[in-house]
């Protein structure tokens, strides 16, 4: 398990190099740089090369991406060209705020969504499973900002229960922080339902028709500890990938949150340093991602060894 | 029975799809406004006033405002500083952290006297050490070029030089970033951190900022300005502003009365206010306009000599119907205007030469210039919405002449190396040049010195039109004879069509709830004043 887990890192840290790299190849052939975009035009020539040199853009892109990887791997990733602002401290602070709702989301999609698909599994065919499908489906189809807009509609404006928009952090104002939180929570749960609902729904029919559930039963077993004893351990494994998939999915459905909610997170700043050709920011999200998604992919293949006995040993 | 239940099901959720909005029938009663206790109507004191605008990428600069050029950041920092000079509501120079100024024969000496008795949100003093400090800290960033530095001349008379004599100094800047004054103490305190932390003299001090998205203010007690009737200012105790780049969510924030206000150029923000009760709202467009717009000719005459040849420049201004554009913008975005000045300017030109919609005169100038059947040009825009559509609207009215144009989108970065290269060649532009309520800045623009606008201007052949700009330049102090020169430099430019120029843009708009009043008569510039806003 131990040579395992450090081949694993070893691979993952070499993934994230190679994203380092695609990224900044991606930026510089984009046409024109951060220079272009924020150096007002009224300035002379002079001026103009002057501030090409403060933010480095004299350098070659390789001395710029060497320059870049060398201090990245000591913790320094620099500072913003547009606002001059740390990035590891600009970044790493949005990162934490995109993680706060998403997690939440994920956890509490996640348990819905298995008992949605439990109840489905086992009322196959019958209301509840039909009822509970066609909400997966409309979970599944249902675009995330038409989704923001109408709970925005209803709870903020005809209801006027929760905030429109906003973000306090939840040190400055607990309540306020978590009144703003739900509807953007929300809008990240429900294609999160959607999916563990099917994929639920699905495992635990198949493993339902195993040989050994039969087994199970036929020993007198009490049919809550079979259902969830037996057959949705059983059905983990699959269930832990849609997981794992919907973890790293939350990065693209949190800009969309964050974009109409007005939350200052990852997606935010992303699009921001996007729209500025903000290298630097642009860079370390960037790094931050991928290692987010690599340390996720790290603890799923991690927990199917603790959900599957099997798994360990063929590792 | 599962089929009607998956029909009812399916129905249900089409119906919420189209009344998704509030129907006027449902429009539910805004809500109280998220302040604290509104005041009584006698007094125009107290509330927190919720502003929101659409982006607010700089804020991470905003206690440097020498640092930037950020508009973004405008309506915060309007709030937390002042400067020295601004424009008035009546669009002349109004002194306001300065009481006066003189300038020196040769033009290149500003000497202002300070107003005593001012103190920064840190207990600092404000006086001429320290808006000497500001102003050289403007010359290390460059956001403001043309300055040789400033220097002391006592405790609260300063002196800042330019390199060049610019008569228009005073209203080319009034309306910049970085002259708001900040606190040197705090910067000598907190370094790169001030940035974070802005300190001024402004109607509000900084409380704390969520970085692009929030900041809130509070009252500072002991503002030295008044308002025209006498009262201190501010009136409201808080100011929070929040960006919201959505007009559905902007909409929605008005409506349940999270916001009091909404900044921006979310011209679809009214439509959405439609679905509420839209006599509870007050939609204001912008009084000064913000730029001005057209065709530009791109004519490097050392490669491309196209539009070196006047007839083929006047031929493209006849063929466009420009009112006829402007109005494809009933909301008064866009307005037709004869000359980029605006009407009661020094610079303001008394019936200048213009091109009236005339395709048959189009089309023989392409004769006479050897162009009976028209030609093939390329229109460069940016990739905005607008500009398509502008863009379209011109290759319509040049197609209909003979002229086929090609209509050819960049980013801006591109663009900008496009404008820069030397072996650009003959295209279209559709562009424009921010004003602020005159026309000295598109006259800076042209300066024969700047390489990179030299692509744009045939001066190389129009030597008149170059002698013309010098004549602006020398006119140095005195105000009166230097807009008198641009008016003669425009007026040239207008007969030899050098550039049409024929929209006011007003981009801005300001969106309220009838329960305030942003008194927006009485600002000068494009930026709402938050010491005028008060509940009503």
């Known amino acids: ?315 | 029975m599962k089929r009607i239940f998956s029909f009812v099901l399916v129905a249900l959720i089409a119906l919420s799809l189209f009344a998704g909005g509030a129907s006027e029938a449902a429009a539910p009663k805004p809500a109280a406004a998220a302040t604290e206790s509104a005041p009584a109507k006698e007094s125009k004191y107290g509330g927190t006033v919720h502003l929101a605008q659409e982006v607010f990428d700089y804020c991470v600069t905003l206690g440097t405002p020498f640092a930037t050029t950020g508009q973004e950041q405008e309506t915060a920092e309007k709030a937390i500083f002042d400067k020295l000079w601004v424009r008035g509501a009546d669009g002349k120079i109004e002194m306001q952290l300065a009481d006066s100024y003189t300038v020196s024969e040769d033009g290149l000496d500003y000497t202002f006297k300070l107003k005593q008795g001012i103190k920064f949100h840190d207990g600092s003093d404000f006086n001429a050490d320290v808006v000497a400090w500001n102003w050289n800290k403007i010359k290390e960033y460059g956001f403001i070029t043309n300055i040789a530095g400033a220097e002391v001349v006592d405790e609260y008379t300063v002196k800042i030089s330019l390199t060049k004599p610019n008569p228009f100094f005073l209203m080319s800047n009034a309306a910049r970033t970085p002259m708001y004054m900040c606190s040197k103490a705090n910067y000598e305190k907190l370094g790169d951190a001030s940035k974070t932390n802005p300190v001024g003299t402004g109607p509000f001090k900084f409380v704390s900022m969520e970085a692009g998205k929030s900041i809130k203010l509070e009252k500072n007690e002991n503002y030295w300005r008044k308002d025209t009737d006498g009262s201190q200012l501010p009136y409201a105790d808080a100011l929070e502003i929040t960006v919201i780049s959505d007009p559905t969510v902007a909409a929605a924030a008005l409506a349940n009365g999270e916001i009091d206000a909404y900044i921006g150029t979310l011209t679809d923000l009214k439509g959405n206010l439609e679905t509420y009760d839209i006599s509870k709202f007050t939609i204001e467009r912008g009084k000064v306009p913000t730029k001005v717009s057209g065709i530009r000719f791109m004519a490097n005459s050392r490669n491309a000599k196209l539009f070196t040849d006047e007839r083929l420049r006047k031929a493209v201004a006849y063929a466009i119907d420009a009112k006829a554009v402007a109005d494809m913008y009933p909301d008064g975005e866009f307005v037709y205007t004869n000359q980029i000045a605006l009407p009661g300017g020094l610079d303001y030109i008394e019936n200048p030469v213009t091109y009236d919609y005339n395709p048959e005169k189009a089309k023989e100038l392409l004769k006479e210039a050897g162009y009976p059947n028209g030609f093939d040009i390329d229109i460069n825009i940016d990739t905005s919405a607008n500009s398509q559509m502008l863009a379209e609207l011109y290759q319509y009215y040049l197609g209909e002449v003979g002229i086929k144009v090609k209509i050819m989108s960049y980013a801006n970065a591109e663009r900008n190396k496009i404008q820069d290269s030397d072996d650009v060649k003959s295209q279209l532009l559709v562009s424009g040049t921010s004003i602020t309520g005159d026309s000295a800045n598109v006259w800076n623009n042209c300066s024969p010195s700047r390489k990179k606008w030299n692509n744009m201007l045939p001066f190389e052949t129009e030597p008149g039109w170059v002698e013309l700009w010098n004549k602006v330049s020398d006119c140095s102090k005195d105000i009166n004879a230097a807009y008198k020169a641009l008016a003669e430099y425009f007026a040239y430019a207008h007969e030899h069509c050098t550039q049409y120029l024929f929209l006011h843009e007003y981009k801005d708009i300001k969106y309220f709830t009838n329960k305030v009043d942003l008194q927006t008569e009485k600002v000068g510039d494009r930026w709402v004043d938050s010491a005028l806003i008060y509940f009503k």
């Not at chain 1, 046409?31 to 924020?38: F, H, L, Y």
């Not at chain 1, 999609?109 to 489905?120: H, L, Y």
């Open chain 1, 1 to 315: 398990m131990g040579k395992y887990v450090i081949s694993k890192v070893i691979q993952s840290l070499l993934t994230v190099l190679l994203v380092s790299l695609i990224v900044f190849t991606i930026i510089e052939i984009l046409p024109g740089d951060v220079g272009t975009a924020i150096i007002p035009e009224d300035v002379t020539d002079e001026q103009a090369e002057i501030m090409r040199e403060q933010m480095g853009l004299n350098r070659t892109p390789v001395e710029r991406y060497l320059i870049w990887i060398s201090n990245a791997i000591r913790g320094d990733l620099g500072q913003s060209l547009k606002s001059s602002e740390d990035v590891f401290a600009k970044v790493s602070h949005a990162l934490g705020i995109t993680l706060s709702f998403t997690i939440a989301a994920l956890l509490i999609g996640a348990v819905i969504g298995i008992g949605f698909g439990i109840i489905a599994a086992l009322n196959r065919g019958r209301f509840w499973d039909n009822l509970i499908s066609v909400i997966a489906n409309i979970g599944s189809a249902a675009p995330g900002f038409w989704f923001a807009i109408m709970l925005i509609l209803l709870f903020a404006v005809h209801l006027n229960l929760l905030p429109v928009q906003g973000y306090t952090a939840l040190s400055v104002d607990f309540v306020k922080g978590i009144r703003q939180m739900i509807l953007p929570t929300l809008v990240l749960m429900l294609p999160t339902i959607a999916a563990i609902t099917r994929q639920t729904r699905s495992a635990m029919l198949e493993t339902l028709n195993q040989e050994f559930v039969r087994t199970a039963r036929s020993k007198g077993q009490n049919e809550r500890v079979v259902i969830l004893k037996h057959v949705l351990k059983n059905a983990l494994t699959p269930i832990l990938t849609m997981f794992g998939l919907r973890l790293n999915n939350c990065f693209a459905g949190a800009m969309i949150s964050e974009s109409i909610f007005g939350i200052p997170g990852m997606g935010s700043i992303m699009l921001a340093a996007i729209l500025d050709q903000d290298t630097n920011v642009m860079l370390g999200g960037t790094l931050f991602m991928s290692i987010s998604v690599v340390l996720i992919t790290l603890f799923i293949d991690i927990m199917y060894g603790v959900v599957d006995p099997r798994m360990r040993s063929t590792k």
